[in-house]
């Protein structure tokens, strides 16, 4: 196969002028990329682009990333990817990086410093609120509240690696709903799942 | 080897980091101070920085800390580490072109998966929250701190206001205050 360097250097571009005037975050990424991709690009259609991000979400790393990665791959293979990947990574890199220079240097000027005391107290809110979030999805019968206590609890009292946890809860979702269903009871596998009984 | 470290810890790191974001904070907060190389407290302010610079929180945090630890290639292995994992699953994923997410099994697995990330949430609020002193002592500070972390909640949660203004306009306060 004969590699399109011009086709490359196009997927490249488009996903790097994306990388720099979306804040907030991954997800901040999506609306842009959709309207770049289908809407511009007529790269890929309306129908599958929220495919594309619903499979971007569900496996590891960032969405925005992701669905830039998956999106490279569909057009032009593995090079694809990678040039999607990058030009979305490469402005994001540089940006980070000179900011955290930025930070180096002021960081111990007193106004920076007690400028950061109060930013620390609001980080703990985003936090909270990123939590807020993800348990409205996330948290929404008596199993997944008992789930989330328990790794709050478990991982306050126990001090267990969090990729432990993380892990576990693969095996915890699966063996919980195969005893549910042993049991004979319904469980939505998703918030706003219909369950199945007016099909 | 520093810089060997800190490429195989944010590859493991991307491997697991299901639910994005603020989900992979106390992840990679643990193994930095694990490693020595930040404290709780300073790996707050790389959050900060990181929520404030355009593109994922994790991916920066992640580039932040390597930057931090080891200069610009310290930066460069932490970045590839955390989107290697990403790169090889989705191409396993693409080129088979299967709608795995909408498998039972799968379903099923992020059904559990989804209330942990939760708790992992939550479990890091509670922990930066008590090393930056916004719980735990009975000081004016420590009070006025849960004021603004309570504000700033508010302000996120009932006026949708964009994060970044609750940073800058927190930043503001603890000028005037502190």
Redesign the interface.
């Known amino acids: 196969m004969k590699t399109n360097w011009k086709y490359l250097m196009q997927i490249f571009c488009s996903f790097f002028k994306i990388?720099?005037?979306?804040?907030?975050?991954?997800?901040a990424?999506i609306p842009m990329i959709e309207r770049e991709v289908v809407e511009r690009r007529k790269w890929v259609k309306t129908k599958d682009v929220s495919?594309i991000f619903?499979?971007?979400?569900?496996?590891?790393?960032?969405?925005?990333?992701?669905s830039a990665?998956?999106i490279g791959?569909?057009l032009a293979g593995?090079r694809g990817?990678?040039a999607a990947?990058t030009g979305?990574?490469i402005?994001?890199?540089l940006?980070?990086?000179a900011?955290?220079?930025l930070?180096?240097f002021v960081?111990d000027n007193p106004?920076v410093?007690?400028?950061?005391?109060?930013?620390?107290?609001?980080?703990?809110?985003?936090?909270?609120?990123?939590?807020?979030k993800?348990?409205l999805?996330?948290?929404y019968d008596k199993?997944?509240?008992v789930?989330?206590?328990?790794?709050?609890g478990i991982?306050?009292f126990l001090h267990l690696?969090?990729?432990l946890?993380?892990?576990?809860?693969?095996?915890?979702?699966?063996?919980?709903?195969?005893i549910k269903d042993w049991f004979g009871i319904v469980?939505r596998?998703?918030k706003d799942e219909e369950i199945k009984t007016n099909e | 080897m520093v810089l060997l470290e800190l490429f195989w810890t944010f590859l493991m790191i991307g491997f697991v980091s299901f639910g994005g974001g603020y989900a992979m904070i106390p992840v990679i907060e643990m193994e930095v101070s694990n490693h020595g190389w930040m404290t709780t407290q300073e790996f707050t302010d790389v959050i900060a920085i990181a929520g404030m610079s355009p593109g994922p929180i994790a991916t920066n945090s992640a580039i932040f800390v390597g930057y931090q630890t080891a200069g610009i290639y310290g930066a460069i292995v932490s970045a590839l580490g955390m989107v290697i994992p990403s790169l090889l699953i989705i191409l396993i994923i693409a080129s088979f072109f299967f709608r795995f997410n909408e498998l039972r099994l799968v379903k099923s697995a992020f059904y559990g998966l989804r209330p942990i990330i939760t708790g992992l949430i939550i479990y890091a609020a509670l922990r930066f929250a008590i090393t930056n002193n916004v719980v735990g002592s009975i000081s004016w500070q420590s009070l006025s701190l849960a004021m603004i972390f309570g504000l700033s909640f508010f302000a996120l949660i009932k006026l949708r206001l964009h994060p970044i203004y609750v940073i800058l306009i927190s930043g503001i306060t603890g000028v005037v205050l502190y």
Request: no cysteine.
């Open positions: 990388g720099p005037v979306t804040f907030g975050g991954g997800y990424m495919e619903a499979i971007a979400e569900s496996v590891p790393g960032a969405i925005a990333i992701n990665t998956f791959f569909r593995v990817a990678i990947m979305v990574l402005p994001t890199f940006i980070v990086v900011l955290s220079i930070f180096l960081k106004y410093e007690s400028a950061f005391v109060a930013i620390r107290a609001s980080i703990v809110a985003l936090i909270l609120f990123a939590a807020y993800i348990g999805t996330a948290v199993t997944t509240v789930i989330t206590a328990f790794t709050v991982l306050f690696h969090p990729v946890i993380i892990l576990s809860g693969i095996g915890v979702g699966v063996l919980v709903v195969k469980t596998l998703e």
